[in-house]
T-cell receptor, first 109, second 112 residues
Framework: GEDVEQSLFLSVREGDSSVINCTYT??????LYWYKQEPGAGLQLLTY?????DMKQDQRLTVLLNKKDKHLSLRIADTQTGDSAIYFC?????????FGTGTQLKVEL | GAGVSQSPSNKVTEKGKDVELRCDPI?????LYWYRQSLGQGLEFLIY????????KSGLPSDRFSAERTGGSVSTLTIQRTQQEDSAVYLC??????????FGPGTRLTVL
């Protein structure tokens, strides 16, 4: 099955940019997503990208997709303390989402 | 509210007991999904319902797990003879299309 990997932790200073990376093995996914999970809360969809796109920008969020390298990234500009959370990439295959392992983002003052 | 709701928010049970977890999807959403989030396994797909079609049960980990969706709306996930490894957060999501799944807050299940 699909294998989706992320780094476990990322620490940045408030105001800096954060880049969260995701690598995957199955290139047949049509949609690739980024979700945010705050402590004790469910998953919040942040943004998604079609597999025929290279980049998508949505306010402070930029998603980059490199299909050749099977690499997806999420850049958060001007990171704020409210961005502290766990971020999951997810790939849609058929009827289900396959999630990455999650990256815990810590924003320091 | 207009979002996906799940109940109970927390459930503590003894090993060997049966549990039922409930999901109320967003009104009008035809697709409903169950996922499980646990420390050892991350986020895993369990089951998918779409309209009146036969559900996709390919993610259910054992025959102790079952789910139904009545009237195309509310869904119940049942775990029989619970085991400690069933302890996890069970997440429900619904969608109108397959593009965007909206998640509920989850039910935290603890099996003692």
């Amino acid at each position: 099955g699909e294998d989706v990997e992320q780094s476990l932790f990322l620490s940045v200073r408030e105001g800096d940019s954060s880049v969260i990376n995701c690598t995957y093995t199955d290139s047949s996914s049509t949609y690739l997503y980024w979700y945010k999970q705050e402590p004790g809360a469910g998953l919040q969809l942040l943004t998604y990208i079609f597999s025929n796109m290279d980049m998508k920008q949505d306010q402070r969020l930029t998603v980059l997709l490199n299909k050749k390298d099977k690499h997806l990234s999420l850049r958060i500009a001007d990171t704020q303390t409210g961005d502290s959370a766990i971020y999951f990439c997810a790939l849609r295959g058929g009827n289900k989402l396959t999630f990455g392992t999650g990256t815990q983002l810590k924003v320091e003052l | 509210g207009a979002g996906v709701s799940q109940s109970p928010s927390n459930k503590v049970t003894e090993k060997g007991k049966d549990v039922e977890l409930r999901c109320d999807p967003i009104s009008g959403h035809t697709a409903l999904y169950w996922y499980r989030q646990s420390l050892g396994q991350g986020l895993e797909f369990l089951i998918y319902f779409q309209g009146n079609s036969a559900p996709d049960k390919s993610g259910l980990p054992s025959d102790r797990f079952s789910a139904e969706r009545t009237g195309g709306s509310v869904s119940t996930l049942t775990i029989q003879r619970t085991q400690q490894e069933d302890s996890a957060v069970y997440l429900c999501a619904s969608s109108w299309t397959s593009d965007e799944q909206f998640f509920g807050p989850g039910t935290r299940l603890t099996v003692l």
